[in-house]
């Protein structure tokens, strides 16, 4: 008898805004066993450009028409946070897997929410916290898995960036307002951090923080330092500034284990770096052109029964959970 030939599964997209432009959106078209068959925007005229330019058979003005859709099997939601838990909840109620961008809600409790609903109906919930797939993060955890640094006593992050300018008081991007975003930068970027050390180290069962808004220049805050301990006793910290001199921009994870360290970005195209008494070794993998295809592989792959992606509610959760803790709230 012939082998059954494995599922394609067709994806909708909710919100193909400017992060499904280049980091996921074709990468659904490029990986085995995937296909984007339909997307959704409220301005149905920027949906059908999207559509269009991307050969993409469906689009929607109307997230529950695309969500009803039984063309589509499983729903990616791509629009800011304080959307998120909305359009799981409705997702899952028609019985269909969820990918949810990050962060994941707007808060801890939101999360809990959605991992319920997604639970009681027997569907994953997958968050994009692609890191935990690209080649140079993969390369982190080889290094420290293998004990190229000893045992890890702590860990270390600095994320500086300078103030944006020319902001419009009218009109704030989005990141920057806590009802949309969850909070400010803190929230879009570090949420990316402390997934991966996470996913490096385990998870974390403390923490605590400080919070400012040191420049007015929008309602969030704009410096966050936290203080974290994870479950096997390594100890972390982190200071995360919005508002430096561009020459003090800073974009580092430092890992200090007892026979040496590793440093490396988040976000910069830059190496990861080796320090042990042998001297140091650099090692730079790129990311793949569409960031998120990686991660959309294990998906389809978990999807269609050939293996398991990293990043689902529950890991996503305790990330919300620790921004959380930092933020005092």
Not at 118 to 147: I, M, N, T
Request: hydrophobic residues 40%; contains cysteine; glycine residues 8%.
């Amino acid at each position: 008898m012939a082998e059954e030939k494995t599922k394609t599964i067709r994806w909708g997209i909710i919100g193909c805004g400017d992060v499904t432009e280049v980091k996921s959106g074709p990468a659904f078209q490029k990986v085995p066993n995937s296909q984007l068959v339909a997307v959704m925007r409220r301005n149905g005229e920027k949906a059908r450009d999207y559509a269009q330019r991307h050969g993409v058979p469906k689009w929607y003005d109307d997230a529950q028409a695309l969500i009803q859709d039984p063309d589509v099997d499983a729903v990616y939601i791509a629009t800011p946070p304080g959307s998120h838990a909305e359009y799981t909840l409705k997702v899952a109620a028609t019985g269909k897997p969820v990918y949810v961008e990050k962060p994941m809600a707007l808060n801890h409790a939101q999360c809990q929410e959605m991992v319920k609903a997604c639970q009681e109906a027997q569907v994953p919930l997958f968050v994009a916290y692609y890191r935990r797939c690209l080649p140079s993060f993969l390369k982190v955890k080889e290094l420290v898995d293998s004990g190229a640094v000893g045992e890890v006593r702590f860990v270390n992050i600095k994320l500086f960036h300078p103030a944006q300018q020319n902001l419009n008081p009218a009109e704030l991007p989005w990141r920057v307002l806590p009802e949309i975003a969850g909070g400010g930068l803190f929230f879009d970027l570090a949420s990316h951090q402390l997934d991966y050390l996470d996913f490096l180290l385990g998870p974390i069962v403390s923490a605590s923080g400080q919070v400012a808004n040191q420049a007015g220049l929008y309602p969030a805050e704009d410096i966050v330092t936290g203080q974290f301990r994870f479950g096997n006793g390594i100890l972390g910290t982190g200071i995360w500034c919005f508002t430096v001199a561009p020459a003090q921009f800073k974009d580092e994870i430092e890992i200090i284990g007892s026979r040496g360290r590793i440093t490396f970005p988040s976000f910069a195209l830059e190496p990861i770096k080796l320090e042990t008494e042998k001297g140091t070794e650099e090692f730079f993998l790129p990311p793949p052109a569409h960031v998120q295809q990686p991660f959309i592989q294990t998906m389809a792959e978990e999807l269609t029964g050939q293996g398991t992606c990293p990043s689902h509610g529950e890991s996503g959760a305790r990330t919300a959970w620790v921004m959380d803790q930092i933020v005092g709230r």
